[in-house]
């Protein structure tokens, strides 16, 4: 088989700036012949990104690049490419390291390396650098990121906390840097939050191969499911160093008042929720969950598969299929409530009892589905505006 030419190009994510830093640091002492390129979104506001190369000797070349439809991020994305391709026609670097600002999301970047594939470019891995002691405090930071300096563009209205929280569960590998702050619980914490991820400590030989580790296809699909609400492989129940992992799984709809009015402690019940689930009012309609930082998104992910014609499964992705296939009930199909709860200090006992409350009652589940679209629908002003 013939060896592969194309430019193997690593990203390396992390609002964790420190932690990053190091991470690449310790990539490009480890791998010969490696360069770093990272956009400096600082001056984003003043209409200029700065692109930064380097290799484990120091830098080797500084410019601005001019801001695209005043988003820092699109920027990135127009000026990333071409440099890469020019790092692989010089057929000199053996890796690229692309390091990202701090805010800006691996998942985004990702897909534009990968749709270059054929360009001389093969993405082999997404790592997401993280100090073990700062998870817990960046997870429950629901500033937002403008007021934080952190912003990619003057319409950002993202989080601390859930950019966090995105960097860390969409990264396949997971580099972790020594903190003497770090304890069991944060450990817990970080593994119970991400566990399928490979964590790797910054300091050792795996750092290095895990950068090679993967083919871009591999990464980008198995990412991007990964994260999908339909299809997310979920955490499992934990509880281990103080830390515990709710799986609430139901049948039955909420009604939507009354969950509407649990929102706000169900969002400060835990560090981290996620997950999918359905109104009693809009039964057709795969609803995301996804808090962080006392910060709630809900959203709509499209339809449940059940509410299909069987000509529209031929359109669904094989893995949408078979975790609906996987998750499939005799009457309601593949909808379901399927909520998962992460913290330090979790309340079990009490989130689950308000849980269940949420939803209908024997008597208001008997009036079946044409009753329940009379209920009130307190989520319009959320999933209408959005």
Request: proline share 6%; glycine share 6%.
């Amino acid at each position: 088989m013939p060896r592969d030419s194309r430019l193997p190009v690593v990203i390396v994510a992390g609002i964790h700036s420190d932690a990053r830093k190091e991470v690449v640091d310790r990539l490009l002492r480890a791998v010969p012949g490696s360069v770093a390129l990272h956009h400096d979104l600082t001056d984003a506001p003043g209409g200029t990104v700065r692109r930064l190369v380097r290799d484990a000797h120091g830098l080797l070349s500084e410019d601005g690049t001019p801001l695209v439809n005043d988003c820092a991020c699109c920027a990135l994305r127009e000026d990333l490419v071409p440099e890469l391709e020019r790092l692989a026609g010089a057929g000199l670097t053996r890796l690229a390291v692309v390091e990202l600002w701090d805010s800006v999301e691996p998942r985004t970047m990702a897909e534009v390396v990968a749709a270059h594939a054929g360009d001389g470019l093969a993405l082999t891995n997404v790592i997401t650098a993280v100090d073990p002691a700062l998870v817990l405090p960046y997870l429950g930071n629901g500033d937002d990121l403008a007021d934080v300096g952190r912003a990619a563009a003057p319409t950002d209205r993202r989080t601390v906390g859930d950019t966090f929280a995105r960097q860390l569960e969409y990264a396949p590998v997971l580099a972790l840097v020594d903190s003497e702050e770090a304890d069991e619980e944060d450990r817990a914490l970080l593994a119970q939050l991400h566990p399928t991820a490979r964590r790797v400590a910054a300091g050792s030989g795996e750092l290095a191969e895990a950068a090679f580790a993967a083919h871009t296809g591999v990464v980008v699909e198995a990412a991007a499911a990964a994260q999908h609400p339909a299809c997310a492989l979920l955490p499992q129940d934990a509880d281990d160093a103080g830390v515990t992992t709710l799986v609430w799984h139901r049948r039955r709809p909420f009604h939507p008042e009354r969950l509407y009015a649990a929102l706000e402690d169900l969002c400060c019940a835990a560090a981290r929720s996620r997950g999918r689930f359905w109104l009693a009012d809009r039964p057709d309609t795969l609803l995301a969950w996804d808090a962080a930082g006392g910060a709630l998104c809900v959203e709509s992910a499209g339809p449940w598969l059940a509410s299909l014609p069987d000509a529209a499964w031929e359109l669904v992705p094989p893995m949408r299929r078979a975790a609906a296939a996987l998750d499939w009930h005799p009457e309601h199909g593949d909808c379901c409530q399927h909520l998962v709860f992460t913290s330090p200090g979790l309340d079990r006992d009490g989130l689950e009892r308000l849980l269940e409350s949420c939803l209908l009652t024997d008597e208001e589940y008997a009036a079946g589905p044409d009753g329940w679209r009379h209920l009130p629908a307190a989520f319009d002003s959320l999933l209408d505006a959005a």
